[in-house]
């Protein structure tokens, strides 16, 4: 579809590069000297919000790999004062300046990682995953449990724990929504960090969000270790076939592999 369109002759392209491509062919002479084309889009289609800093209000540089301009004049004053605010914020919102407590970007960063990927269903549909463990809970999902990708998903819900009185957040690997089951795939530890202390302080760590997942009662769950799928394949029948007791209904079924 044609939607991006020339200022100057109102011609429609696919795309931005496009448009620049042709300011560059058919109208060069109409664009001020030393001034890149898609500089001279920016500033036709963004009249009055372009080029200012937004700590002074200064002039910023144009950014050619971005194709807008800086949004710091590169005074070293600016950029201190955006580190500042940014402490304050994240000292406001969680107590902390640390990104590591963000869950936001806590999914980010695992999404990141060289082991990360994605599973295409046997069914179509992608599911994104962190390390083999991981893949092949999907792969038992997808031929054993004839489970769709719009099944399983990343949990989207974050839990919190305090550990040495800071808020740290949890956030188990999968949910299937359609019977409320939260899912922790572990390894049980089998490439472990060797430090002892790094060791001790996991150890703790694991221990306090089993402690929040037991006393929770919103979601199943079930932490499935060295890839015993036993107790997982029998509670997702269960849960499937609704066959819970009332209490188990109102509690959740929680159950933490070893």
């Not at 790999?65 to 605010?85: F, I, M, S």
């Not at 049980?188 to 060797?194: C, I, L, R, Y």
Request: charge should be positive; proline fraction near 5%; hydrophobic fraction near 30%.
């Amino acid at each position: 579809m044609l939607k991006i369109k020339c200022p100057l002759c109102g011609n429609a392209y696919i795309n931005h590069d496009a448009v620049y491509s042709h300011m560059d062919r058919m109208h060069r002479e109409e664009i001020p000297a030393g001034i890149p084309s898609d500089q001279y889009y920016y500033d036709m289609t963004h009249q009055g919000k372009q080029s200012h800093c937004v700590i002074c209000g200064k002039p910023t540089p144009w950014n050619s790999r971005t194709h807008k301009y800086h949004r710091l004049c590169g005074n070293p004053a600016c950029k201190e004062q955006v580190r500042k605010d940014f402490h304050d914020r994240m000292m406001r919102t969680h107590g902390t300046d640390n990104l590591a407590v963000d869950p936001e970007h806590q999914r980010k960063m695992l999404m990141n990682r060289s082991i990360s990927g994605v599973y295409e269903w046997s069914t179509g549909g992608k599911t994104p995953f962190v390390g083999s463990y991981e893949k092949d809970f999907l792969k038992v999902c997808d031929t054993i449990l004839d489970l769709h990708a719009s099944d399983v998903i990343p949990s989207p819900f974050t839990y919190l724990y305090k550990y040495e009185n800071q808020d740290h957040f949890y956030i188990p690997d999968f949910y299937i929504p359609d019977i409320q089951l939260e899912i922790e795939i572990k390894d049980g530890g089998s490439n472990p960090n060797m430090h002892h202390k790094i060791q001790d302080v996991d150890k703790i760590k694991e221990k306090l969000k089993d402690q929040v997942m037991l006393k929770q009662r919103k979601h199943h769950y079930i932490k499935i270790v060295n890839k015993q799928y036993g107790p997982f394949i029998k509670l997702a029948h269960k849960l499937i076939q609704r066959d819970i007791t009332r209490q188990e209904a109102v509690n959740k079924i929680k159950i933490l592999g070893k």
